[in-house]
Structure formats: structure tokens, C-alpha cells
């Protein structure tokens, strides 16, 4: 693994982290893969290069609509950043169609090819793909000031620029610490249980699952690339039979939760769990941990926490005491091709990326490479001086198995939850992906 310090990031993005700062949700997406494939037309790119000129602003006129996964911003957040867009040209109307079944309900416009104007990229879209979807985005200027470019690259043009980055961690109520008696973040693996256990003991829920919402558990399968030491893990499965052996990177991983959820450490009723209502607790320290991406934190800080008394630090996820974390992208923008007023949603897109301020209020790491943070919580997780597994694109061939297995990672980690025998799930899992890969390959 990298050192953190080594990575292209943490010159320039994570540079205000460390010198302090100030601060200022959603859904690093959860990675379900689909049944029903992409379609598999791919069209040549004949569309905008890098030397293309952008529209004039007098073609930034008419409506578009945005869909989003964030439902609890529309009458705030975003309403305002329709009106900001509407200042800046005057001619253009935004609306912003809010999804909670976001992957789901996309899988099902792409089937048809009707999607809004400008949307999040489902993670069932293959590379080869984006150019049957999305229009090229060369002409925004955008192509050299971001990370994650080569994610939404095909035929040598981008069809699509990454919203923010998340470092996957714990965020975490230092007052709830403070009543449990915990006088220092956990750096080991059975520091963090002995944690747990002082929480439950302080009538504190120690971690929020949202086992109900599942979305959230999506973190278990991230942790498996740093057991792994493999920024592609879901790259390399796609070469694999059975990439879900007893005592590889998933069961590592899974095991964790796994021990969690049955030593009580979470909520007692799972089936209940709510994720608004989880950030309330985790607010007020009635809840004191979620492993997610950074982008939660300031949404706890929204639900009422005092952003001093919110932390976040590695998951220690073995004894050694080296503290490993890993980077990995949010959604990304892209435009319809079929949109009605193409100039006018690339126009919104690229406003979002360099002026809307979305990734200093969701909590990510900034997409553009001369950009600072603004979350002071990423000092404390640095302090710590994690390795760092930075995640790279999810290759065409793991996408396609994984649309063809159905393969859920939230569902896996709920799966292994509710499990008597836990061999019995990953061999259940093992036989699934080796059909999955073999229908794809004969193709």
C-alpha cells in the first residue's frame, strides 16, 4: 500500500487538512449491481475533444432537470442552487427530481434510454457504455483539473466528472466517548471492541447499521480492499471463480461486522433502523459510530452535533496498529445525450463541479485538484498517518458479472449478518459468481 503522504492527493487537496482547516450526505452510492444489463451498443465518440469551445452563454436557456439521490435536500440545498444558476443565467430554469430508490429507478430509465438531463451515473453503467448514454463533457475545461478523469473515459473523452472523494472511516460522537469512559480513539482491532463494550455498557448504541436501509453496510465490502492490499479487489474478482474464499479479504472483513452485530453492539432492532433517523442519534450520542465515507459528518453536524465534538478516525481493522484507510469516489455528473438543452445541463454540471460549494457541504474531498477541503475532521483521521488504498475504476468485466449475479454488496454484509453458518453464505456466494462469470464470458 501507498503511504497517504505519497499519494498525488495529499499535496494538494489534503494540504488545508493539515494545517487546520475550517469547516464549513450523500450516499457514496451504494455499489448494487443490477439485473438488467446495460445495453451493449457502443457508439463511436464523434462529439466534443479537449480543444472544443464551450457554449456561449446565450445558449444556456430553457429547463432541465437534475435527479438526484439526495431527497433531504431538495427544498434546501438545492432549491438555493437554483437559484444561484438562475442569477447567473437568467434564461435557464433547474428542477431537481429527488430519488430514494435512486439505482433501482435508474435501472429501469436506462433500460429505456430516458433519463433526465442531467443525473448521477448508475454503478450498473459499463465504460463502454457512457457514450450510448451521456454526452462528452471535453468542451467544459475541465478534463486536466480533475481526479478520477480516466473512471469516465472511453474512446478518449470523459462523459462524466466525479462529484467528490470519500475516505472510508469512523465518524464519531466524542462526547458519547466521553460518557462511555473512552479516553482515546481505538488504533487496534480489539481496541475497538473493548470500545464497543464500554458504550453498550453506557447504555449507548456503539454503531449504527441502518440494516433496514442496507445502502449504509456497503462499507464492509470497501474494508475487503484494504485486507486485500488491492486498490481493483472487484477488478481482480472478475478474473476469479470463487473470489470469496474462508479467511480471504471478504471474510476478514465480514467478520467484523459480523462480531458486532452479535456481541450487541448495534441497534437492537434491525429491521427497524432508519438512516435519517440514524443521524439524529449519532447527533445526540444516543449512537456514538457509523463506518462510512467522510461525506456523513457534516450531516450529523446538520442533526444538531457541534462539529467539535464530531471525530473521525480509521477503522482499525487488525491488531498491528497501523492505522490503513481507503479513497474511493462518489457519483459522478453526467449529461443525458438526449437531452433537450444539452448546452444548458453541461453549463449546470460544470457550475456544479466549480461553484455550488456541494462538496464542501456534502463533506467530500474536492474533485478539482486546486481545490482545498474544508473538513476539519480529515486533520484527525490524517494524524493518524494512514496507508491508503486509493480504489480505482471498477473494470466492464466485473460490472457485467456482477449485473448478472445480482451481486448486492450491502446485501452480501446483510446476508452474513442474519447467517447461522457463515461458510454456508459465501459458498452460496462462490457458486453464484462462478455461473455469473461463466454466462458472461460466453457471450
Not at 28 to 43: D, H, I, L, M
Not at 91 to 96: G, I, M, Y
Not at 227 to 253: C, I, R, S, Y
Not at 289 to 296: D, F, K, S, T
Request: aromatic content about 10%; hydrophobic content about 40%; overall charge negative.
Amino acid at each position: 500500500m501507498k503511504k497517504w503522504a505519497s499519494l498525488v492527493l495529499s499535496t494538494v487537496v489534503f494540504g488545508a487538512v493539515l494545517a487546520g482547516c475550517s469547516s464549513n450526505g450523500n450516499n457514496e452510492g451504494n455499489k448494487e449491481a443490477a439485473s438488467t444489463e446495460s445495453t451493449t451498443n457502443t457508439t463511436t465518440n464523434e462529439a466534443a475533444t479537449n480543444d472544443a469551445e464551450p457554449a456561449a452563454e446565450s445558449a444556456i436557456k430553457g429547463k432541465i432537470v437534475f435527479a438526484t439521490n439526495r431527497t433531504d435536500l431538495v427544498e434546501t440545498e438545492l432549491k438555493e442552487y437554483a437559484k444561484r444558476f438562475k442569477e447567473k443565467y437568467p434564461e435557464a430554469t433547474v428542477e431537481f427530481e429527488a430519488i430514494k430508490d435512486y439505482e433501482e429507478s435508474m435501472k429501469v430509465r436506462l433500460a429505456s434510454n430516458e433519463l433526465p438531463d442531467v443525473i448521477l451515473v448508475p454503478k450498473t453503467v459499463t465504460k463502454a457504455n457512457l457514450p450510448e448514454f451521456f454526452a462528452p463533457l471535453d468542451d467544459l475545461g475541465l478534463n486536466d483539473r480533475i481526479y478520477f478523469k480516466d473512471n469516465y473515459t472511453q474512446d478518449g473523452s470523459t462523459y462524466g466528472i466525479v462529484s467528490g472523494s470519500s475516505a472510508m472511516g469512523i465518524t464519531y460522537n466524542k462526547k458519547a466517548f466521553e460518557k462511555a469512559g473512552i479516553t482515546a480513539v481505538p488504533k487496534t482491532l480489539d481496541e475497538f471492541y473493548a470500545a464497543c463494550e464500554k458504550l453498550k455498557a453506557a447504555g449507548i448504541v456503539a454503531l449504527s447499521t441502518n440494516f433496514k436501509d442496507k445502502w449504509p453496510l456497503m462499507g464492509w465490502d470497501q474494508e475487503a480492499f484494504l485486507f486485500a492490499n488491492d486498490p481493483g479487489l472487484h477488478n481482480t474478482m472478475a478474473g476469479q471463480d470463487e473470489p470469496f474464499p474462508v479467511d480471504g479479504p471478504h471474510w476478514k472483513a465480514m467478520n467484523i461486522i459480523k462480531t458486532i452485530v452479535d456481541k450487541g453492539y448495534v441497534e437492537k432492532d434491525l429491521m427497524s433502523t432508519n438512516w435519517e433517523g440514524s443521524k439524529k442519534d449519532v447527533a445526540s450520542g444516543t449512537t456514538a459510530m457509523y463506518l462510512l465515507g467522510n461525506w456523513v459528518i457534516n450531516q450529523v453536524i446538520d442533526n444538531g452535533a457541534k462539529s467539535e465534538d464530531v471525530g473521525f478516525f480509521p477503522l482499525p481493522i487488525d491488531n498491528s496498529g497501523e492505522a490503513k484507510a481507503l479513497l474511493s469516489p462518489d457519483y459522478a455528473y453526467a449529461v443525458s445525450k438526449n437531452s433537450g438543452n444539452v448546452e444548458t445541463a453541461k453549463a449546470f454540471l460544470k457550475w456544479l463541479v466549480e461553484e455550488s460549494g456541494y462538496d464542501d457541504f456534502g463533506g467530500f474531498i474536492p474533485v478539482l485538484k486546486d481545490k482545498e477541503s474544508k473538513l476539519p475532521q480529515l486533520a484527525e483521521f490524517m494524524s493518524f498517518k494512514p496507508q491508503v488504498v486509493e480504489m480505482v475504476a471498477e473494470s466492464d468485466e466485473y460490472v457485467s458479472i456482477g449485473n448478472k449475479m445480482q451481486f448486492d454488496t450491502s446485501g452480501f454484509a446483510q446476508d452474513v449478518i442474519m447467517a447461522d453458518d457463515v461458510t454456508k453464505v459465501f459458498a452460496d456466494y462462490n457458486k453464484r459468481w462462478k455461473e455469473a462469470r461463466a454466462a458472461v464470458a460466453s457471450k
